[in-house]
């Protein structure tokens, strides 16, 4: 069993539609991250939680310590959102989700 | 300013040889990592240097892998007798402080062992 378990594994989109990215962990953590990969490109931290909610432009990210359980929202999505978000959390030790790859069509 | 920095940005190498990846972190980050991506498969961590504290060294996969870190600021990920499986990209970030900070990767480097 994986630590952290992702969901969707891959996710199309319409463009405008209002996206929603899974993340459970089964593991104590410090924080959890949400990374975006664009295809042949760097990885950039969107995000880094610790507790409740944190909004970035049209993200935003939300995280249920209890439920181990956190998500990532995009709002009026768009073709440049497409790329592979990654889901990991920093405790002890490191843990990575495996990716939700978004595709958003014109 | 500048940000994370890995060279070289692709490495071709034969079965056997050893190899050295750099890493220049964001200056004033004491915290650096270095994790692996191979095809098709997710983010591997590899090893965790904090300032002066012993590297947390348990990702590595094996002893044929080692990195130093020296000054506090310039990394170097070594890999002895290179096998196939060790082609991927090798990627490096860093942050403030703790593991808990907001992490900044570098472009990685794509190693690929014939």
């Known amino acids: 069993k994986n630590e952290v378990e992702q969901s969707p594994q891959n996710l199309t989109a319409q463009e405008g539609e209002f996206i929603t990215i899974n993340c459970s962990y089964s593991v104590g953590i410090s924080a959890l991250h949400w990374l975006q990969q664009h295809p042949g490109g760097g990885i950039v931290s969107l995000f880094m939680l610790s507790s409740g909610k944190k909004k970035h432009g049209r993200l935003i990210a939300t995280i249920n310590i209890q439920e181990k359980h956190s998500s990532l929202h995009i709002t009026a999505s768009h073709p440049r959102d497409s790329a592979v978000y990654i889901c990991a959390v920093t405790g002890n030790q490191f843990y990575f989700g495996t990716g939700t790859s978004l595709t958003v069509i014109p | 300013g500048a940000g994370v920095s890995q060279s070289p940005s692709n490495k071709v190498t034969e079965k056997g040889k050893d190899v050295e990846l750099r890493c220049d972190p964001i200056s004033g980050h004491t915290a650096l990592y270095w994790y692996r991506q191979s095809l098709g498969q997710g983010l591997e961590f590899l090893i965790y240097?904090?300032?002066?504290?012993?590297?947390?060294k348990s990702g590595l996969p094996s002893d044929r892998f080692s990195a130093e870190r020296t000054g506090g600021s310039v990394s170097t990920l070594t890999i002895q007798r290179t096998q196939q499986e060790d082609s991927a990209v090798y990627l490096c970030?860093?942050?403030?402080?703790?593991?808990?900070?907001?992490?900044?990767f570098g472009p990685g480097t794509r190693l690929t062992v014939l």
């Open positions: 240097f904090q300032g002066n504290s012993a590297p947390d």
């Open positions: 970030a860093s942050s403030l402080a703790s593991r808990n900070n907001e992490q900044f």
